[in-house]
């Protein structure tokens, strides 16, 4: 008789997913090679490339998996609906709280923004990932347009006011030992988050909310 897995019990495709990611997120593209994926996971080499073909593969599996988690709490805060100014908050409220649940999101984000070029953007990997950072970033656009167009936020460059916002979005939760000398406490304690969206938010309103008329 075949003993049906736990309905929790996470598949083999997720537990390489999560050690690839956690291995990824500290060394890198390059850094990693697939036979540490499977020993990580307890698996052998030949199991992992049964669910990806190559590393490239395994790689944007693991950010397209970040981006949508990402893209799922965005576009629900975009539904929960209200003012851009109200969805805005929302929405950047929400996309510090999904980096804060996962730890190492932010950290594999920002290597992927710089650093690891050996992924070749004109592949079939590197293509997945770009329509996936799309998904996000249109959505995100068309709110900050619809903002600008009520008169709630300043007229501004959406591209550069969306590339200004990234920044201290996934950073401080990417920063490490750097960021905890700085806030001379975990990044990831529940009172920090809740202190660095406040002061981000605050921030975001000053920046980039319209004067009111008086």
Request: aromatic fraction near 6%; proline fraction near 5%.
């Amino acid at each position: 008789m075949t003993i049906a897995p736990l309905k929790n019990e996470p598949s083999s495709r997720d537990r390489i997913l999560d050690v690839a990611e956690e291995l990824f997120a500290r060394r890198g593209y390059s850094g990693v090679g697939m036979k540490e994926v499977a020993d990580g996971v307890g698996l052998g080499k030949s199991s992992v490339f049964h669910h990806f073909k190559s590393k490239a593969e395994l790689y944007a599996a693991v950010c397209i998996r970040i981006l949508a988690r990402i893209e799922d709490r965005f576009v629900r805060s975009l539904a929960a609906g209200g003012t851009p100014a109200v969805r805005l908050d929302r929405c950047v409220g929400d996309l510090l709280d999904v980096l804060a649940e996962h730890p190492t999101h932010a950290r594999l984000l920002l290597r992927s923004m710089f650093e690891d070029d050996d992924l070749p953007d004109d592949g079939p990997e590197g293509r997945a990932v770009y329509e996936a950072v799309g998904g996000i970033l249109e959505p995100f656009s068309s709110l900050l347009k619809e903002g600008m167009s009520a008169g709630e936020f300043r007229l501004a460059s959406v591209s550069h006011v969306m590339l200004l916002l990234i920044g201290p979005i996934v950073f401080p939760f990417a920063s490490g030992e750097f960021g905890q000398q700085v806030l001379g406490k975990d990044v990831f304690d529940a009172a920090q988050v809740r202190r660095l969206k406040s002061e981000l938010l605050d921030l975001v309103r000053v920046g980039l909310h319209a004067p009111s008329a008086e």
